[in-house]
C-alpha cells in the first residue's frame, strides 16, 4: 500500500473514539498497561488500535475471535513499538491463535519453539501463531518474566532484515556492533549457565540460538526490567536504544512527539 494511503488510514482509524471495553480489556489482562500513566495509556491506545485494524485475525481449533484476543494481542505487540515511530509490524499481516498450546513440525525458514512446550511460532514473512492460554498467561501476570506475544513478535521484529537471525536492525553502526560484542559475550554466559543448571535472569532457552536470544531478552526487557538494568546493565542500555522506550522509568521516557 502507498505510504500516504496508508498514514491517512491509520489517522482515521486513530480518530474513532476509543471504544470503553478496550480500557476494561487492557486494564484486565496487559499487567503493564494497569500501572502506565495517563499519557503513555494513550499513545498505547493509539498503536493498539492500528494493529487490531491492519492485521488479519484468525482462531484456529475452534476457537471464536473477539475483542478481549485481538486488543489483549494486539497491545502487547504495541507496547514493543510505543517508542518507534509509523511501525506496526507492517510485515507481519497475519496472526493465527489456538485455544491452548499445539505442537508443530520443523520446517525450513521457521522459528519453532524447541525445548519448550510450543506455545507459538513465528515465521519469516509469514502469520505469527499463538496460543490464547498462553498470550493470557503471559500478558495478565510476570509470568516468571515470559511473555509469549513480546518473544514471537521479537522474532518478528529481528527478521526485518530480512533473517531471523538475532541482529537486531539499529540505525547507528557503533551501536550494532556494540550489540554484537555485548551479545555474544552475554549468550555464551547464558549457554554456560543453562549447561550448569544454574538459573540466572534469562530464560535457558535463549541459549539455544542467538534468535532465541533475542526472543528471551526482549521478553525478560519488558517483563523485568528493573531486574534486567541491575544484573544486565549493558545488555538493557542496549535494549532501551532500540525499542526506544524505558520500561523501567515513569512513563517509559517516551520522547514528546
Ligand atoms: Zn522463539
Known sequence: MFGWLKRRKRRR??????PAQWSQVLTLNVRQY??????LRLRWQDVTRIIVAEKYWEGCDGLAINDEIR????????????GVQDFYFDNVRTILIHPAF??????DGMVVEEGRPLAGQAWQGGPVVLSWADVLAGARSNNGGRNLVVHEFAHCLDGLDGEMGGNPVFDNPETAQRWQQ???REFEQLGRAAIAGRRVLLDHYGASSPAEFFAVASETFF??????????????ELMVEYFKVNPDVKGWGLRKR
Request: aromatic share 4%; with cysteine; glycine share 0%.
Open 13 to 18: 482509524i486513530a480518530e474513532q473514539p476509543w
Open 34 to 39: 494497569r500501572v502506565a500513566d495517563e499519557q
Open 71 to 82: 486488543v489483549t494481542i494486539a497491545a502487547q505487540a504495541a507496547m514493543m513499538v510505543l
Open 102 to 107: 499445539q505442537r508443530a513440525t520443523m520446517r
Open 182 to 184: 555485548v551479545c555474544s
Open 223 to 236: 517483563e523485568m526490567p528493573e531486574r534486567m538494568q541491575q544484573s544486565m546493565p549493558e545488555l538493557f
